[in-house]
């Protein structure tokens, strides 16, 4: 009788009883393929085993699989070479860079990841280039998104490259390509904005929202970083770590009428030191409050959104059960004004999500510009509508240049390693009338300090 052979059919005896299994390989295991019991019966069993190696097969021919098994990635595949550089040069790089290399790989992916890596030449990329270069419905072109992309895949084809994933005398298809060059933002946010900012955010009923603005102000660092902040980064700032003049400018009384200095220790990304960030004013109040909130719902996390209660889809549900609730109560319907505090009191703290932290800030911005124009300042409300929260990391350094904070003590705030602070600099600090009339007048002092000098020698 001849043997069957079957991929992946194994017999197993247990006393009398004779069991089948399908079991993977090694690799089909790797990629997630779990092992199925096939039952006693030998014809049945070695059905189910085809029919396992059938859906194997299909998974490999790019078709659906089960849940736990990875997506098959061809050999020699752009998604191949994205899997294998995500692997090998995602660990060097900080959270943020691989946040942003994920968005611009996906695009690459969607755009020829089933492709072979020796089928992507020079016009196939001029394609992609003239695809990303399109006005998109409201007739913009997102040249920083096109550059970005094509960035990525000029790094990602010369790492394929340095691999030995292509020859080495390979021309990369991704260099030269001369993409237009997107122009530097060089938005900051007024003073006049940021009060307004913060007022809408808490008029939305988000403190948290309008803490994270403040912080991005104050601290100059990213967004990601400002909403992991946790409670034990809120501390106490000793006499001995400040000069005593700026102790005694920056103190303000605490609860109990106690003159203290409070600030955020971070940790500098660059530098990897440690550094205490006073927080003065609004800032301050409502950090306290905001960690205040956090110890009493049992969370390390500084920052919450309020949001609807989970229970409920979307906030007109809410609405709606709050005004059954209402007229059951009551007996009557509940007004929009009622409905809207009921909202607003049975909102609940979670921490932020930067997805939704954006969408509150585009949010805030819309309000902000409302009230701004309700107030008959049209000027401040069009310089709202431009806003972007990225833009305080520029306006943190802007605003320290401005006061003519040397570049090492901006550093300090930001952390950014000195060397290349100036380099930084040239980027986020735009020249502003402030910083020439800065310059003029301290001209001035120093000629007026210089006369009197020479002044004083010729009379003595």
Known sequence: MAKIEIPGLVIKRRGKKTYHYWQPSATLKKAGWLSIPLGTDPRAAQRAAEQQNDKVEQWRSGGAAPRTVKKFIKGGTVDQLIARYVAEKFPEHAETTRKEYRSKLNVIQRWAGPEQVSHIDRKRVRKLKEVLLRPDKDGEVKLHRAAGVMRVLKTLLEFGIDAGLLPEDTRNPASNQNMPTPPPRDQIWSPAAMEWMTGAALELGQPGAALGIRLGRELGQREADILKLTINRWQAIPRHKLNPEDWDTLAEPGADG?????????????????????????????????????????????????????????????????????????????????????????????????????????????????????????????????????????????????????????????????????????TYMPRTTKMAGRAIALQQERSNVTSIGTRKGVEA
């Open 258 to 426: 106690t003159l203290s200095v409070w600030g955020v220790n971070l940790r500098q990304g660059k530098t990897k030191r440690w550094v205490e960030i006073a927080m003065v004013g609004r800032t301050r109040q409502l950090m306290e409050a905001a960690i205040a909130e956090a110890k009493a719902m049992g969370t390390t996390v500084i920052l919450h959104e309020m949001a609807i209660p989970r229970e409920f889809r979307d906030v007109t549900q809410f609405e709606r059960h709050l005004s059954r609730n209402h007229q059951r109560e009551t007996g009557n319907a509940a007004t929009p004004e009622q409905i809207e505090q009921m909202v607003a009191n049975g909102l609940m703290p979670r921490p932020w999500t930067e997805t939704r932290f954006q969408r509150a800030i585009a949010r805030i911005r819309g309000k902000a510009a409302e009230m701004a124009r309700a107030a008959g300042d049209e000027e401040i409300a069009a310089e709202i509508e431009t806003l972007e929260y990225r833009d305080l990391r520029r306006t943190a350094v802007v605003s320290l240049g401005e006061l003519g904070i040397e570049d090492q003590l901006i550093a300090a705030i930001t952390g950014h390693q000195l060397d290349h602070t100036k380099k930084i600099l040239e």
